[in-house]
């Protein structure tokens, strides 16, 4: 009963991040302020790659590395989520949240971790890949179920800044390619 809600869950989390369902989730955000990107913007429109949908990244007030990012659905319905750009060993990471704890139809508030690569007006997006995280997680005492991780934030920064150097951490096909949409 608890996964199958959990998993309801993170298919309102949702959105464009629905097809991520294999990943890991984190109750703690995966990654800490210390660690966020100010030198690379994603502000703007991203359009999926070869799609019609489109999700805009827009700055946050508090943090220049949070963006506020909206997503259309069907209608007139938006989803919003909270995206923060981190980098860690020289791999740049986006941990995905909630917008709020209010204001979504969540039932938990929970967070994914994407490998994030820019190629110019390209960005791509790679999950943690499950089998490798659930071997890693286990040698280093990373409390998790499944794919939910219950372990602190600072606990997964310490466990992230030995894994994420390694290539096999994350999954070889991406998950989601966006290209930036030029500005009017």
Sequence with gaps: MRKSVFVATVLMLGG???????????????????????DVSLGGDWQFEGGSCFVTFAPHIDADYVYGVVWPCEGDNQMGFTMSLHRLDGTLLLVVGPESSDGLPLLLPVYLLFKVELDNDTMTLFSIDEDSFAWRAAGAS???????VLSSTEELVSFLSWQVGDPSFFEEEPDFTFKKMESD
């Design 16 to 38: 464009p991040f629905a097809g991520a369902v294999g990943s890991s989730f984190s109750f703690d955000p995966w990654l800490s302020k210390e660690t966020g990107v100010t």
């Design 142 to 148: 990373i409390e998790h179920k499944d794919s939910l």
